[in-house]
């Protein structure tokens, strides 16, 4: 590892991540007129973003950075895998890692694995479905589509809200920062789908200013001091169920989703290896017969 990028590594332990991404969440909610379309301009041309993909095309259409980062995509741009046995990218980015889960562990990068049940909130009844099974992890950069969807037909059963750390979750923290996955403030989903158990965690980061969920808003901030749960009916009218390729959340600025599936539930594409493209709506996997 180079000096610049020991000193980029250091700094974020050091840095008042949290007090941060709070300043940084609150100019993005702002409607700062010429200063949010100097920043918007900014961003785009930063980053390159194709800005002819999004449904509203000119950047003076987006009142706050907030809106313009959560922008829509034009849906046929987007479509959905729709063979039943497949499931489909939840977003656009790129893969971190995937693979089975070994012994309860999710391998990070070379060096490091972490903890699936710190992972998902401590609790063993949430953790054991998954303990043999498969795990992916897509980093959103930047310049991505920040709406997560669901990679196949589910029924939520849990959300779990963990307070944590925000560390960046860019390729190079995540090869130098033990544990960065289960020690950063993250939101888990749990369903109940066609393929078994999914679980599907929003992973928080610096200047990450929100994360959120369809069903319930806004989940963090305000961020909390300890771990929360909520429960959900899987049937009757009240039960929340989502299709594949529904949105089910967003981050306001790039982050982090992890995935785990049960032992034996599905088959990554073959052609998947850390650093792939991902665009949401794709084939990521299909079903074990």
Known sequence: MSSSERFKIGLQYVLPKHLLSRLVGR???AKAGIFTQAFI?????????????????????YATFNQFFTRRLKP???????????????????????????????????GHDY???????????????FREGSFATIYLAPKDYHRIHMPVDGVLRKMVYIPGDLFSVNPLTAQNVPNLFARNERVVAIFDTEVGPMSMVL?????????????????????????????????????????????????????TVVMTFAKGAIEFDEALQPGSVTRMGSAMAKVRS
């Open 27 to 29: 100019f993005a909610a």
């Open 41 to 61: 301009r900014w961003f785009i041309k930063q980053y390159k973003i194709d800005m002819s993909e999004a449904i509203q095309e000119d950047p003076r259409d």
């Open 76 to 110: 046929e741009l987007r479509p959905i895998v729709d063979e039943p046995d497949l499931l489909a990218h939840p977003v656009d980015g790129a893969v971190s890692q995937l693979g089975d889960i070994e012994e309860g562990r999710i391998f990070q990068a070379k």
């Open 115 to 129: 903890s699936l049940l710190e992972l998902l909130g401590g609790k063993d009844e949430d953790a054991a479905p």
């Open 203 to 255: 992973v928080g980061a610096t200047i990450v200013a929100s994360i959120g969920t369809v069903w319930s808003g806004t989940v963090t901030p305000p961020t909390g001091a300890r771990i929360q749960h909520w429960s959900y009916p899987t049937s009757g009218p009240e039960a929340i169920r989502l299709n594949k390729g529904e949105e089910m959340g967003h981050f306001k600025l790039g982050s």
